[in-house]
């Protein structure tokens, strides 16, 4: 009989263990990309008054 569930790694196996920083970084890269992506969408089919760029224009206004 064939097993059909997949055996994974485990750290007594020599599976190198997983950097929090960069698995942050990798999920936080693709989620910027589909939630772009989808707000982009949003404001191209006028679903939102919100332009794309909302939170960029608080970060450059010169008045505080």
Known sequence: MVDTFVKHRSAEEGAEPT?????????GLFAGII???VRIFEYYFRLTDVVPGFWSNIFSSTIF
């Open 19 to 27: 950097n929090p920083l960069r698995f942050g970084a990798y999920i």
């Open 35 to 37: 939630w772009g992506a």
